[in-house]
């Protein structure tokens, strides 16, 4: 049973930092990619960024390009997001999410991530 788990979330000033983690447990083949969504109450999940598992190719949504940075180490099945300068429109529940194949996908269940004064 393989399992995502993400932790890090809290609450934060604006202008501030978080780090969030998400880890895989139980047998889990090597990942093509890990990436990292959210989902704003009222609104769609969205992609945030997004890492190759072996090259370390990136890609960011526009919204948090300059903010955030995606990293991961491979070998534990691990994947970061490094969030600075965190804005209030930035609140949301962050999902991690590891593609395996075109037929295989993995979610974790989310952390709160409020940004608030």
């Known amino acids: 049973q393989v399992q995502l788990v993400e932790s890090g979330g809290g609450l934060v000033q604006p202008g501030g930092s978080l780090r969030l983690s998400c880890a895989a447990s139980g047998t889990i083949f090597s990942p093509y990619s890990m990436g990292w969504y959210r989902q704003a109450p009222g609104k769609q999940r969205e992609l945030v960024a997004r890492i190759t598992a072996s090259v370390g190719r990136t890609n960011y949504a526009d919204s948090v390009k300059g903010r955030f940075t995606i990293s991961r180490d491979s070998g534990e099945n691990t994947v970061y997001l490094h969030m600075n300068s965190l804005k209030p429109e930035d609140t949301a529940v962050y999902y991690c999410?590891?593609?395996?194949?075109?037929?295989?996908?993995?979610w974790g269940k989310g952390t709160l991530v409020t940004v608030s004064s």
């Open positions: 999410n590891f593609i395996i194949n075109a037929n295989m996908a993995y």
